[in-house]
């Protein structure tokens, strides 16, 4: 990788998390939350992070291009989400005045498994287009 493509991807991340409203500024009472998301190969997507459901920001895949934020003391649930991979959730506690981090790996999902959810999807709407609903059976 070259120091270009290194200056543009963290360029890049700073955009994003300066758009996207992330809480760099540490305010009393709080803790860091320190977060590197990664996929199967460096630079694969951009990720969602969403804490207690609200979305915090997208960042970017880089490996080691992870970010920072500053939430209140106490549990929360982080979900990260990217086009392709199936999503992290997990339970976390911060402490105050401590940093927590989270190094995460987001997985695609097993082709197997979507084949067998498409399949089972298909034959369920097959099964619902074959009976017709019951006001219209009492109607024949």
Do not use: Q
């Not at 963290?10 to 305010?27: D, E, H, I, N, Q």
């Not at 977060?35 to 979305?55: C, H, N, P």
């Not at 549990?75 to 086009?83: L, T």
């Amino acid at each position: 990788m070259t120091n270009t493509t290194r200056v543009l991807g963290l360029g890049l991340l700073l955009v994003a998390m300066g758009a996207s409203g992330c809480k760099t500024t540490p305010p009393t009472g709080r803790g860091k939350l320190c977060i590197d998301v990664t996929g199967r190969r460096a630079g694969d997507s951009v990720a969602a992070v969403y804490i207690d459901g609200t979305k915090e920001c997208d960042i970017s895949m880089l490996k080691g291009k992870g970010f920072f934020l500053f939430c209140p003391a106490g549990k929360h649930v982080i979900k990260i989400e990217a086009e392709g991979f199936t999503a992290y959730e997990k339970e976390i506690k911060v402490r105050r005045n401590e940093t927590t981090w989270m190094s995460i790996r987001l997985k695609r999902p097993d082709p197997a498994a979507v084949k067998a959810a498409e399949a089972e999807a298909a034959e369920a709407s097959a099964e619902k287009e074959a009976d017709p609903p019951a006001d219209m059976k009492a109607s024949e």
